[in-house]
């Protein structure tokens, strides 16, 4: 190029370097990477690394690792956006044009603890020569998370909730918790499976098929805790040298659900283990399979109140376990106290008044439908439940006279004499009978011809008498005769008058779960039957109604209800059970109100000449619940009742208030198939039991 003028040479310059290639940028490969990421496009974050990064983590450690990381996180989206490349400078202080470094600012938006934000770098470097230039990302693990090194790990980790109490009015705890640790496995760190299998079944009371069964389970890692069982006090000890020598097996600190009063267990109800469906039912509060839940009663109803809210903390951790990062944390929320309305040493008498018999009482303040005792015997030990004790279950649920069963909310009973001030208000609402009137009250009734004849349960006539002698005495003469007048009159006067104090349907009563019971009218009888014959409703099931037998059926908290709207001039209340929820430092958070239910049809001077009746069943020498509470310094009103079952012994009842003249307390008590002391009917039977529970309302003998 000799001879060439210095300005030629510069344009020759300038047109061999336009045919040099111009290298690429390196900021569309960090926007398809992380446009690829907010897909989850792994496999196309995978075709931008380097072929070095693919030899250095392997698939396994990305194609695998990530959907990993992201399931461990509970992702749901993930929001990335790259800055503006920048290049690294050489030794001389000019850009590397081989490197590029790219931030990265990442949203993790996840299930459990909300969002991440971390601000991640990408790597990149030129690959290729001229034409096949290309960037490429030469990825490792801290392009996810910043301290993501090379064997560390993502880690979401549960925080435990505590349960919360149960409470009586007082504050007396019938349900709270005692120390205890939860024995488990480790999986990663058994020797042999078939040997902890076989070792620690004998020492938990478990069989091995129940702990290989939660091993299948819960075992997601190998350092997943699987626990198996919740074991506290005597219990604990007993077997803790046991399970020191059995590779794998882990304990850790824990709170046991424990019952001290050992009042209302079928109220209460027990926990029971989670189920897989349960589990996803209850994914909001954190509850996983194997988890303690409400299985019955106030437990069950009440579970996502007492139980809480599990926390999560998501971490970064090395290998052994050490926490390296805490990327974000949920913390778990305690589960709430419940107030119950119950009377301690109410409940306590009824139960003791019931003792091993079949049976219930139900008290209720008539101005309120606070529930004071609801007591169904037998009964059962739900710390059995608690601590899982097997034989002691079994025997429970094997038991014929059925401890589990609620009798109080779910018996379901044929009435007896019970009834008839339902039967009394419906006669004199409709003018069936005139105050003052006085009715025969003979051996045998016939008032619809001798084929209808019936019985009175006192053998000689009384003659004529008024209706304060005829609750008193509870002739069933006088009340066949009321209920004839009534059928006659229409066949659903009584019917209604009955479902007017809550009989026939459930009280509703929150959280507590019932029977609704049954009113036979002629509608029931045309839906229930199939043939014509048996849709008759024919006087025998008029008069039956109107003494409390045939179809007619009543639980006792119904029956308890509906002595309080007699008491109350005929409020019909929903009774209260739950009156008051608390947060853990004891502050009310919800209170509830009383609420009506309905009106009984029957007026408030109808249900005052009905209030005087029931006072003559205690009072007058010849009330049929006069012995019962002779000398009990409190005026009590009440109706006795003896209904007749299959077994020929009779169920007995009674149901009333007290004090007459101001009444704080409506019961009804019901023991079942009594066998008749000679000269005591099965109902004075009940009556006594009554008695206790309000002794101890009262302070009395």
């Known amino acids: 190029m000799r001879g060439l003028a210095p300005a030629a040479l510069i344009v020759l310059g300038a047109v061999l370097a336009g045919c040099e290639p111009v290298p690429p940028s390196p900021d569309p490969v960090a926007k398809a990477y992380a446009a690829a990421w907010e897909k989850g496009d792994y496999q196309a974050m995978w075709g931008l690394l380097s072929e070095a990064a693919k030899q250095r983590v392997g698939t396994e450690g990305f194609l695998d690792r990530l959907p990993r990381i992201a399931e461990e996180m509970t992702l749901r989206s993930l929001q990335a956006r790259p800055a503006e490349a920048t290049r690294p400078r050489l030794p001389n202080g000019s850009p590397d044009p081989n490197r590029a470094t790219v931030a990265l600012d990442v949203t993790f938006r996840t299930a459990r603890v909300g969002d991440i934000r971390r601000t991640t770098t990408l790597e990149l470097t030129l690959t290729g020569e001229k034409e096949k230039a290309a960037w490429r990302i030469d990825w490792t693990p801290e392009a996810i998370l910043p301290g993501l090194t090379t064997g560390r790990l993502v880690r979401m980790t549960r925080l435990p909730t505590t349960r919360g109490r149960i409470l009586a009015r007082d504050g007396t705890e019938l349900a709270t918790f005692m120390e205890a640790a939860v024995v488990g496995v480790v999986p990663g760190q058994m020797r042999s499976e078939s040997g902890l299998v076989a070792s620690l079944a004998p020492a938990l009371g478990m069989s091995a098929e129940a702990i290989t069964a939660k091993l299948r389970q819960s075992w997601v890692r190998d ?23 059995i590779e794998g097996v882990v304990t850790q600190p824990a709170r046991m659900r424990a019952y001290p009063t050992g009042l209302a267990a079928q109220t209460l109800g027990y926990l029971t283990e989670a189920s897989e469906a349960d589990a996803q039912r209850k994914a909001a509060r954190g509850v996983q399979a194997g988890d303690p839940i409400g299985g019955t009663g106030l437990e069950a109803t009440l579970d ?50 019931l003792g091993d018999r079949r049976g219930a009482i139900v008290a209720e303040d008539p101005y309120s439908g606070e529930v004071l005792a609801l007591a169904s015997r037998p009964t059962f030990d739900l710390n059995a439940f608690a601590t899982g004790d097997a034989s002691a279950i079994a025997k429970y649920t094997r038991d014929p006279n059925r401890p589990l069963f609620n009798r109080a909310t779910f018996g379901q009973y044929t009435t007896g004499s019970s009834f008839k001030p339902i039967t009394t208000a419906a006669a004199l609402e409709s003018g069936a009978y005139r105050p003052g009137e006085r009715i025969d009250c003979p051996a045998k009734w016939t008032g619809y011809g001798a084929q209808w004849a019936q019985l009175n349960h006192e053998t000689s006539d009384l003659g004529l008498i008024d209706l304060r002698t005829a609750v008193a005495r509870s002739c069933n003469s006088f009340f066949y005769e009321l209920g004839k007048r009534l059928n006659d009159k229409d066949p659903n006067l009584l019917p209604d008058e009955a479902k007017s104090f809550g009989l026939g349907a459930a009280t509703e009563i929150p959280y507590v779960l019932e029977a609704e019971g049954l009113v036979p009218s002629p509608d029931w009888k045309k839906q229930r039957f199939s043939t014509p014959a048996d849709q008759v409703w024919n006087p025998g099931d008029a008069t039956n109604l109107a003494i409390g037998q045939g179809y007619l059926l009543a639980t006792p908290l119904q029956m308890a209800n509906y002595a309080a709207a007699i008491a109350n001039d005929g409020i019909v ?16 958070t919800k209170t509830f109100e009383r609420e009506e239910l309905g009106r009984a049809k029957a007026t408030p001077r109808e249900l005052s000449l009905i209030r005087d009746t029931l006072r003559a069943v205690v009072a007058d020498p010849d009330g049929t619940a006069y012995f019962p509470f002779r000398g009990f310094p409190v005026a009590v009103a009440g109706k006795s009742g003896t209904a007749e079952t299959p077994s020929g012994d009779p169920n007995g009842w009674f149901i009333g208030f007290a004090p007459f003249e101001q009444p704080s307390v409506a019961f009804a008590g019901v023991l079942e198939e009594v066998k008749e002391p000679p000269g005591t009917f099965a109902s004075q039977v009940s009556a006594a039991a009554v008695r206790q529970l309000l002794a101890a309302k009262f302070g009395a003998k």
């Open 223 to 245: 350092d997943t805790f699987v626990p198996m069982k919740t074991l506290s006090g005597v219990a604990l000890d007993a077997v803790k040298a046991k399970l020191a020598v």
């Open 304 to 353: 996502d109140v007492f139980g809480g809210t599990y926390g999560w903390k998501l971490t970064v951790i090395e290998p052994s376990g050490q926490v390296v990062d805490t990327l974000a944390e949920t913390p778990a929320v305690a589960g709430q106290d419940v107030v119950l309305s119950l009377d301690v040493a109410m409940q306590t008498a009824a139960e003791q008044a």
């Open 573 to 588: 209340w929903k009774p209260r059970l739950v009156v008051e929820l608390r947060d853990r430092s004891g502050a009310t």
